[in-house]
């Protein structure tokens, strides 16, 4: 509900003094950074390196005031985009303005604007008109709230301003779609045209969203979110609230986000450091896993191996169908416990010890070695027991050592004693002595340094050194394989393995089908890196995750917390992925776990959603089809072409049409990348326009005009898309093209196109 003329000219007049006040905070924050920097540049002169307390105290006082700044700058052009009027009972009401940080007078401690993750702000997200809480520190606090009032401001000019009516916010219809939201505030901000990289959202995010963002830390978090729904903006906003929430117990170094693929990395990357969050390691799973194993090989990347099950005819039909069972298999919880009888092996063989021994003299038993490893220390990862043992008995070692000594002066005294009784002294008999104490000093010395030596050799040779030779020893040693049953690995599919790993291995190339395997050796027998332990585990695209990866990554995750988003309709490494977040919730986390769906779609229009969702009730899973917001635009439309030429006419038709209507960002999507090079040199032989060829190792993406590959436009989105030959060969009654096209459907914001060549796809009919 828009405002009336008196109310908005009221919001005019208090954006203009919240700006005015920002610029006099902006001048005074200002020069006080630069005194500040002054008298620290003074002070760590005149410390020349030394330790200053004065210094350290400036450079803190420098540290607060400089975000002051940078925030007071940033908010100068929208210093928020909301209010909630809030009266607490036995209060009078309170005007709350909310907005992306916290801005207040840092001297006087006076708050002009509410920081969005601030408890009070959850009534924005959340709260009803009437009776209304929220929860602080100090607990539940309880009210009335009276008006929920959102601001289109940009560069610092009041735009438009509504109000949340009662009944406003969710309406029927009556129609297909049930109940739709309406909510002109929202249906602007999601009229824009997109951009190349993702952007905050805190102005815009829904009820069921700021339940994701706010909801309990200690815990796993899975959410099942449809195309369009939110999931991948939704994660980086709850780090951010978590940051908040947590401040001074956990900072962005205590967070890891695993991402896709590095296109994603670079969509993502603005985002975090939009909201406030510095030094959060973001990478993919498999830079991490060769980042904690110490492996050095190229990885035969997921992309990589699902473009040579998608292409088909590069490959025998049989290597396709061990390929895909391989993968399967190495992402399975039957893996894990393969891999677990592969450990208790491994322990076995570490207990075959013997004596620690300097000389023909014993340190220490191999009964007491074996009763610590398999007792007293069992709860230890393999090399970590036996530094603990090695530190343990490191502090007897003296003793030991000083025990053979004295057996040495004993026996060195036994024979003086007899020497003395046989002779007479004389030249020839103190000779002997001589002879004997200095053999006896001889012997102490190389004990002392031979007793510490061999008791550091045995515990370096008895550790395990290079954990991708222990993995691939799994395959080779015939002891533990005639150990297994065809219950644990088919015959035929152990040789395939076998085979793959060796041929890899002899190449340089590490299957990422196995990192997970090898991490999970690792911490088994080394223990997890400190380095490596995470208070919060954020990861997209969470269904193409196996069950073995999450297990490793609960490694890692302290008290498990982890946010995993995703969505099984997307599930186009359906051969290893999540099938079902239920099961893995029950078999992984043992039921302890939150689990949120959402199914609204803020992304594209009606009639986008609408088309994709034909595709989306083909797939085996009953999931629930997405619900578009109440947002209306063109029809996909369906073209039939014959000649590369004749498509890219219409290409150059789209591309002009578009960009008149103001938009910017254009995907044609390929099925493969090898469908993609072929889309190109069609645009390159019947076309002016440039367009840009994406690659999987590609880390950059500008979306303006692209051709990639359908498996890479997960998590992306574009103005317009552009489906390339949907025909009946390319997309076939499969679940894998079902998910793909799904996919590729769903990318679109505002326009898109399905093209084909001969017979159209039976997925869109």
């Known amino acids: 509900m828009a405002l009336d003329t008196k109310d908005m000219e009221l919001e005019k007049q208090k954006l203009t003094e919240t700006i005015n006040w920002l610029e006099e905070e902006i001048n005074k924050t200002s020069n006080e950074d630069i005194k500040l920097k002054a008298d620290i540049d003074e002070i760590r002169k005149a410390a020349k390196g030394r330790y200053n ?47 992306k940080f916290g801005l207040g007078d840092f001297f006087q401690g006076e708050e002009k604007v509410i920081d969005w993750r601030a408890p009070i702000a959850e009534l924005y997200y959340s709260g009803t008109y009437g009776d209304a809480y929220y929860t602080s520190p100090e607990g539940v606090i309880s009210g009335e709230l009276s008006l929920k009032r959102k ?8 735009i438009d301003a509504f109000d949340e009516g009662i009944n406003e916010i969710i309406l029927n219809q009556g129609n297909a779609e ?9 249906k602007i901000n999601l009229e824009e045209s997109t951009g190349s990289k993702l952007k905050d959202v805190v102005a815009t995010i829904q009820k069921e969203q700021n339940q994701v963002i706010r909801a309990d830390k200690n815990k796993p978090l899975f959410l ?41 990395l670079d969509y993502i990357s603005q985002v975090l450091p939009e909201l406030g969050i510095d030094d959060v390691k973001q990478c993919i799973f498999e830079e991490l896993a060769l980042e904690v194993t110490g492996i050095k090989d190229k990885v035969i990347s997921k992309d990589k191996k699902l473009a040579l099950i998608m292409e088909g005819s590069s490959l025998r039909g049989n290597d396709i169908n061990f390929m895909v069972e391989s993968s399967n298999f190495k992402g399975s919880l039957n893996y894990k416990a393969l891999l677990d009888k592969y450990l208790c092996y491994l322990e076995k063989e570490d207990i075959k010890v013997s004596d620690i021994k300097v000389q023909q003299h014993t ?55 007899r020497e003395k009784k046989l002779r007479e002294d004389c030249p020839e008999r103190r000779k002997i002595l001589i002879e004997l104490y200095d053999e006896r000093d001889k012997k102490k010395k190389e004990i002392a340094r031979e007793g510490k030596k061999s008791f550091d050799d045995y515990f370096e040779n008895w550790l395990h050194h290079g954990i991708k030779g222990t993995y691939f020893e799994l395959f080779h040693n015939e002891d533990f394989l005639k150990s297994i049953s065809t219950e644990d690995i088919a015959p035929e599919l152990l040789k395939y393995i076998l085979e793959e790993i060796s041929e890899n291995s002899s190449k340089g190339l590490i299957d990422s089908d196995d990192l997970s395997a090898i991490m999970y050796l690792k911490f088994k027998i080394e223990g997890v890196p400190e380095k490596y332990k995470y208070k919060h585990i954020t990861l997209d695209e969470a269904q193409d995750y196996s069950q073995f990866q999450f297990i490793v990554l609960k490694e890692i995750s302290v008290n498990n917390s982890i946010t995993a988003v995703g969505d099984l309709g997307q599930g186009i490494y359906y051969y290893k992925g999540i099938k079902d977040f239920n099961s893995l919730i029950a078999s992984v986390f043992n039921g ?37 917001v109440l947002r209306h635009g063109k029809p996909p439309e369906v073209i039939e072409f014959t000649a590369g030429a004749e498509f890219v006419q219409h290409l150059d038709r789209i591309l ?57 436009t997960k998590g992306l989105e574009f103005d317009c898309s552009i489906i390339y030959n949907c025909n009946d060969e390319n997309y076939q009654e499969n679940e894998l093209d079902k998910k793909i096209l799904y996919v590729a459907l769903t990318r679109a914001l505002h326009f898109e196109y399905i093209f084909f060549k001969g017979k159209k796809s039976k997925l869109v009919s």
């Open 224 to 264: 099942q979110g449809s195309a369009g729904s939110g999931k991948t903006t939704v994660a980086p906003h709850r780090l951010a609230y978590l940051l908040y929430k947590y401040k001074g117990k956990m900072s962005g170094k205590d967070i890891l986000v695993l991402a896709p693929n590095k296109l994603f």
């Open 151 to 158: 601001y289109l401001i940009k560069n610092g000019v009041l």
């Open 178 to 186: 049930g109940n739709a939201l309406v909510d002109e505030f929202l």
């Open 656 to 712: 002009e049409e578009i960009l008149t209507s103001g938009k910017r960002s254009i995907a044609v999507i390929g099925r493969s990348y090898e469908e993609c090079k072929k889309i190109n040199e069609l645009i390159k032989k019947y076309s002016s326009s440039k367009w840009e060829l994406v690659k999987e190792n590609d880390k950059k993406i500008k979306q303006d005009r692209i051709i990639i590959p359908s498996y890479l």
């Open 363 to 417: 340190l220490f038993k191999r009964e007491e070695l074996e009763r610590l490893f398999l007792k007293d220390m069992s709860n230890l990862p393999f090399n970590q027991r036996k530094r603990e043992i090695k530190r343990y008995l490191s502090l007897k070692l003296q003793e030991k050592i000083s025990l053979i000594q004295d057996k040495l002066d004993f026996t060195c005294q036994y024979m003086v004693s």
């Open 592 to 628: 302890n776990s939150d689990y949120v769906v959402l199914s609204q779609s803020y992304r594209s229009t009606v009639e986008i959603i609408k088309f994709a969702n034909i595709v989306l009730k083909k797939q085996l899973q009953c999931l629930e089809p997405a619900k578009p």
């Open 53 to 99: 307390e004065e210094l350290d105290i400036k450079e803190k006082l420098y540290s607060i005031t400089h975000k002051n700044f940078e925030k007071f700058i940033e908010a100068k052009s929208q210093p928020y985009f909301g209010r909630v009027d809030f009266r607490e009972y036995k209060r009078s009401k309170e005007c709350f303005y909310i907005g």
